[in-house]
């Protein structure tokens, strides 16, 4: 049995097994007193407020440490528990000698709670003041000791949960603090800020600075976080109509009330940020001057009639809801007659896409976030995952704690390899060779799960033979890693099971990124690791909604639910959904000749139409929260092109690079200021629910695009909210059939969502794969298509960092953020740095093929010999001015992670 049953103050309960009576009870609403536990934290006993009477027991034991067995009795309240409570709470008080009134915590104070709780009215030990000064060194919260009650939820959540061990306990006995090794400042003990221990603290000693002194809000909202893909619950608190704070809900899927520093800390201020568009930009004498939405919208509308469907573009945004996008794809289509429309997912997981639906039927991740942590292997390669998805890197971690096998891949030395059982150093732009040669020795060494490839698998031998070509003498020298090396993490990923694969750009971003892909899925099939709790191949999508864009069709390829815009019945059905045609029975009934046909044939990707009005193919751009100046390859030909558009609109919430370069600039609301939904990496749709009224005369993006279409006489855009839009999406997306706000109140749902009565699908290929039986795909070896040379001997990869995202448009926003992280810098290792005379901190000239720029050295040792890397999040050193635009054939993805580049320490600085 997995439940036991026990009495709890008189009432019956089930309880898990390997639970405690204290979960027991918390899981059937039964309260007992408690300030050293926390639901993320393992029993620890500290506190001792949690005792109960149990019956054939001695004593009184504490209910976070007793485990419950068949018939036990609890009681948790009664007139001796009680006293022997308040004579605890007196011992603890005694170190806590302050004033309720004059604490930034009254109100909203555990310990305030529980004194209340056991009746303890009067202390009457002498108090014991301890006289320590308030910690205000770091960016986002104050560390107040005197009011410390040494607990050690802030210790054990920073080294169980978060595996950071930024803080401990220090001396010992009545000496005894929280604090840092040697106390040095948290940004020297590699803190990462997230506020864990902000959150599991029940006094006032570690308190968010934001919010201290505010009082309780005026209202709290649920939302979804707009920074990556894993898309964690936030509780919004406003007061005045302003975001005070925000912070993790507890228990809500995906993030169980965790957060990232971004996340918890980085999102009130670039929301109210006195750079934030307020009002409409029109172009006069060469400026961006102030214009009323009327005069704006109408120059938009009438602009945009004068250009033929071949010579625009729509550029929409994985920033912005699954609404918004598909209000905007319907646009392109619609009503400007094109399906050149694309958005960032170009750049980062065109790849995945591409790839997993030729070996699955469907380009998404095939399991849920949690899943990880019950992973027996975890294979994760091509992701810095403890940097761009921190709390999926939290599941990774559990898997660890539970003695799963983790195998990093990388260039660099990340994170998570401090987890790793295998670490596969490989040269930047070799994962088709390393997965082949790992492959080829689990089906030479009889590993294969042969049962699930007959069954469930196509073209099986066809790849076999293709494993030929991967001897591992070759496999070892293309990529530098050790044959041993990869003989032993093959034997890891083969024997252990449930094993799961997780990806980001390392594997996308790359002039064969399709193919990395493919690889994986060859992996996951050849080992029996997909359609199972645990298995699978898990792409980290790197936005809040990059998936859900996707999902909405923001493709040249497809509409929403990937039904491809070539398929004519496809075709007709969207043309009638949208008005734009009438069934054929009708038009033959009563000879109806009139045709407003949706275009037939794909369009061009993000890159192609940067391409196409460099040769003044394309002529009009509208941009809808992107940021192509920073984001896209080799930069300065993106602003030569964008410079020499006849018409760019851009559609943001700040005055971006790109919207610098606009003829109109439209403010759009911040997803704080409307309502909608983002689809998580794990295809989890979940509310984004409205918290403030938009700043200054800014709207929503779904808005101002329906306005647009309105000044262009087009029909169905007469959306009176996003409840109408999402309606329309059910009804024309099979995948979200099912999904609607009234049931996402309960939670999100993880499509395919058919219908009202489905639960969602957490994991995809369970009976079967989506195109039928998983196809294997034969691969060959190519490498990166610029290789480093005399000229430009070293290799540049780039990616992000903890602390800023994508093109740093909100994160550059949040001055403690840029305390953290202040400039882009140029990470070198020591080895190259001492031959090129590289200190700490000089400043250098890192120059390619396609431009050049200065940035600060940062030597370290996270940098292999021969590989350079750099962020993308800096305008002063825009790392993309250097990329490869160079496409992969098929998912027309630039190369980001490898170019050749030159570096040179700048004389007399």
């Given at each position: 049995?997995?439940?036991?049953?026990?009495?709890?103050?008189?009432?019956?309960?089930?309880?898990?097994?390997?639970?405690?009576?204290?979960?027991?009870?918390?899981?059937?609403?039964?309260?007992?007193?408690?300030?050293?536990?926390?639901?993320?934290?393992?029993?620890?006993?500290?506190?001792?407020?949690?005792?109960?009477?149990?019956?054939?027991?001695?004593?009184?034991?504490?209910?976070?440490?007793?485990?419950?067995?068949?018939?036990?009795?609890?009681?948790?309240?009664?007139?001796?528990?009680?006293?022997?409570?308040?004579?605890?709470?007196?011992?603890?008080?005694?170190?806590?000698?302050?004033?309720?009134?004059?604490?930034?915590?009254?109100?909203?104070?555990?310990?305030?709670?529980?004194?209340?709780?056991?009746?303890?009215?009067?202390?009457?030990?002498?108090?014991?003041?301890?006289?320590?000064?308030?910690?205000?060194?770091?960016?986002?919260?104050?560390?107040?000791?005197?009011?410390?009650?040494?607990?050690?939820?802030?210790?054990?959540?920073?080294?169980?949960?978060?595996?950071?061990?930024?803080?401990?306990?220090?001396?010992?006995?009545?000496?005894?603090?929280?604090?840092?090794?040697?106390?040095?400042?948290?940004?020297?003990?590699?803190?990462?800020?997230?506020?864990?221990?902000?959150?599991?603290?029940?006094?006032?000693?570690?308190?968010?600075?934001?919010?201290?002194?505010?009082?309780?809000?005026?209202?709290?909202?649920?939302?979804?976080?707009?920074?990556?893909?894993?898309?964690?619950?936030?509780?919004?608190?406003?007061?005045?109509?302003?975001?005070?704070?925000?912070?993790?809900?507890?228990?809500?899927?995906?993030?169980?009330?965790?957060?990232?520093?971004?996340?918890?800390?980085?999102?009130?201020?670039?929301?109210?940020?006195?750079?934030?568009?307020?009002?409409?930009?029109?172009?006069?004498?060469?400026?961006?001057?102030?214009?009323?939405?009327?005069?704006?919208?109408?120059?938009?509308?009438?602009?945009?009639?004068?250009?033929?469907?071949?010579?625009?573009?729509?550029?929409?945004?994985?920033?912005?809801?699954?609404?918004?996008?598909?209000?905007?794809?319907?646009?392109?289509?619609?009503?400007?007659?094109?399906?050149?429309?694309?958005?960032?997912?170009?750049?980062?997981?065109?790849?995945?896409?591409?790839?997993?639906?030729?070996?699955?039927?469907?380009?998404?991740?095939?399991?849920?976030?949690?899943?990880?942590?019950?992973?027996?292997?975890?294979?994760?390669?091509?992701?810095?995952?403890?940097?761009?998805?921190?709390?999926?890197?939290?599941?990774?971690?559990?898997?660890?704690?539970?003695?799963?096998?983790?195998?990093?891949?990388?260039?660099?030395?990340?994170?998570?390899?401090?987890?790793?059982?295998?670490?596969?150093?490989?040269?930047?732009?070799?994962?088709?060779?390393?997965?082949?040669?790992?492959?080829?020795?689990?089906?030479?060494?009889?590993?294969?799960?042969?049962?699930?490839?007959?069954?469930?698998?196509?073209?099986?031998?066809?790849?076999?033979?293709?494993?030929?070509?991967?001897?591992?003498?070759?496999?070892?020298?293309i990529t530098g890693v050790p044959r041993d090396r990869i003989v032993e993490a093959a034997r890891t990923y083969a024997t252990n099971s449930p094993a799961t694969i997780l990806y980001a750009m390392g594997i996308t971003q790359h002039s064969h990124g399709t193919d990395n892909v493919l690889a994986t899925a060859n992996l996951a099939m050849l080992t029996g690791n997909v359609g199972k709790p645990s298995t699978g191949v898990n792409p980290l999508r790197g936005q809040n909604n990059v998936q859900g864009a996707c999902d909405m069709g923001a493709l040249p390829n497809v509409y929403s639910g990937y039904q491809a815009v070539a398929n004519p019945d496809i075709r007709e059905k969207f043309e009638i959904a949208w008005g734009c045609s009438l069934p054929s029975l009708i038009k033959e009934k009563f000879d109806i000749s009139w045709e407003c046909s949706l275009p037939s044939s794909p369009g061009l990707t993000l890159v192609e139409m940067l391409e196409a009005a460099s040769r003044k193919e394309i002529r009009a751009i509208y941009v809808m929260g992107e940021n192509p100046v920073l984001s896209d390859p080799d930069v300065t030909h993106v602003r030569e092109t964008l410079a020499q558009l006849d018409f760019l609109v851009v559609q943001d919430i700040f005055l971006s690079e790109t919207a610098e370069f606009a003829h109109v600039v439209l403010p759009a609301a911040s997803f704080a200021e409307k309502d909608g939904t983002f689809t998580n990496t794990e295809r989890r749709v979940q509310r984004v629910r409205k918290a403030i009224e938009p700043i200054g005369n800014s709207r929503p993006d779904w808005w101002i695009i329906c306005q647009v279409a309105r000044r262009m006489e087009a029909r169905g855009f007469d959306y009176s909210d996003p409840f109408d839009i999402m309606e329309e999406i059910r009804y024309i997306t099979p995948s979200y059939g099912g999904i609607s706000y009234q049931r996402l109140e309960d939670g999100g749902l993880q499509w395919p969502c058919p219908t009202e009565d489905h639960p969602g699908t957490p994991i995809l290929h369970a009976s079967s794969f989506s195109r039928g039986k998983g196809r294997f795909i034969p691969l060959k070896y190519i490498p990166p298509a610029e290789l480093p040379d005399e000229d430009y001997p070293l290799v540049l990869t780039t990616g992000r960092n903890l602390y800023h995202f994508h093109t740093g448009t909100m994160t550059r926003k949040v001055a403690g953020l840029n305390t953290l992280d202040p400039e882009g810098t140029l990470e070198i290792g020591p080895s190259d740095a001492s031959q090129l005379g590289i200190v700490q901190d000089v400043k250098v000239r890192v120059s390619s093929r396609r431009g050049e720029l200065v940035a600060r050295a940062k030597v370290t040792e996270a940098s292999p010999p021969g590989v350079v890397f750099m962020t993308f999040h800096f305008a002063e050193s825009p790392a993309n001015i250097l990329t490869n635009p160079k496409l992969d054939p098929v998912s027309k993805i630039p190369e980001y992670k490898v170019c050749a580049v030159r570096v040179e320490k700048l004389q007399g600085i």
């Open positions: 049995m997995d439940t036991v049953t026990l009495t709890i103050d008189g009432r019956e309960i089930q309880a898990r097994k390997g639970a405690t009576v204290l979960q027991a009870a918390l899981d059937a609403n039964i309260y007992i007193p408690t300030l050293c536990y926390h639901r993320d934290l393992t029993a620890f006993g500290a506190c001792r407020l949690c005792i109960v009477e149990v019956e054939k027991m001695r004593g009184f034991p504490p209910a976070c440490t007793t485990p419950p067995t068949e018939g036990m009795v609890v009681r948790t309240n009664t007139p001796r528990l009680q006293e022997l409570r308040r004579n605890i709470m007196e011992l603890i008080l005694s170190e806590h000698p302050y004033s309720c009134l004059t604490c930034p915590k009254n109100l909203n104070c555990e310990l305030q709670s529980v004194a209340r709780y056991v009746g303890l009215e009067q202390v009457t030990l002498a108090p014991i003041y301890k006289n320590l000064p308030i910690d205000r060194a770091g960016p986002f919260f104050d560390r107040d000791y005197n009011l410390c009650i040494l607990c050690g939820r802030c210790v054990r959540m920073c080294q169980e949960v978060r595996h950071v061990g930024a803080i401990s306990f220090t001396y010992r006995g009545g000496k005894a603090l929280i604090g840092t090794a040697f106390d040095r400042p948290l940004q020297e003990v590699s803190c990462e800020f997230c506020g864990a221990c902000v959150d599991a603290c029940p006094t006032g000693a570690l308190m968010s600075r934001a919010d201290k002194w505010q009082g309780p809000p005026d209202s709290e909202v649920v939302t979804t976080c707009p920074y990556c893909g894993v898309g964690c619950q936030l509780k919004v608190k406003v007061k005045e109509e302003r975001i005070v704070s925000t912070t993790p809900v507890p228990e809500d899927i995906p993030n169980h009330g965790q957060a990232c520093v971004k996340g918890r800390f980085g999102i009130a201020e670039f929301v109210h940020h006195p750079q934030r568009l307020t009002s409409p930009l029109i172009r006069r004498d060469g400026q961006l001057q102030e214009a009323s939405w009327d005069e704006a919208l109408d120059l938009v509308a009438a602009r945009l009639k004068t250009f033929q469907p071949q010579e625009l573009g729509v550029i929409s945004s994985a920033k912005c809801t699954n609404e918004e996008n598909y209000v905007m794809q319907k646009f392109a289509r619609a009503v400007l007659g094109t399906n050149s429309v694309d958005h960032c997912a170009r750049l980062c997981h065109a790849p995945t896409v591409a790839g997993l639906v030729q070996s699955f039927g469907s380009g998404a991740m095939t399991n849920s976030i949690d899943e990880v942590g019950r992973a027996a292997c975890v294979l994760a390669i091509g992701t810095n995952t403890t940097e761009t998805h921190p709390v999926t890197a939290l599941q990774v971690k559990r898997a660890v704690d539970n003695g799963a096998k983790l195998i990093v891949a990388n260039p660099r030395e990340i994170d998570l390899c401090r987890f790793a059982t295998v670490w596969l150093q490989h040269s930047p732009g070799t994962d088709v060779a390393l997965l082949m040669g790992m492959m080829r020795v689990i089906v030479e060494e009889g590993l294969a799960d042969s049962a699930f490839i007959e069954a469930r698998c196509e073209n099986f031998d066809s790849f076999r033979q293709s494993l030929q070509d991967f001897d591992l003498d070759f496999v070892e020298r």
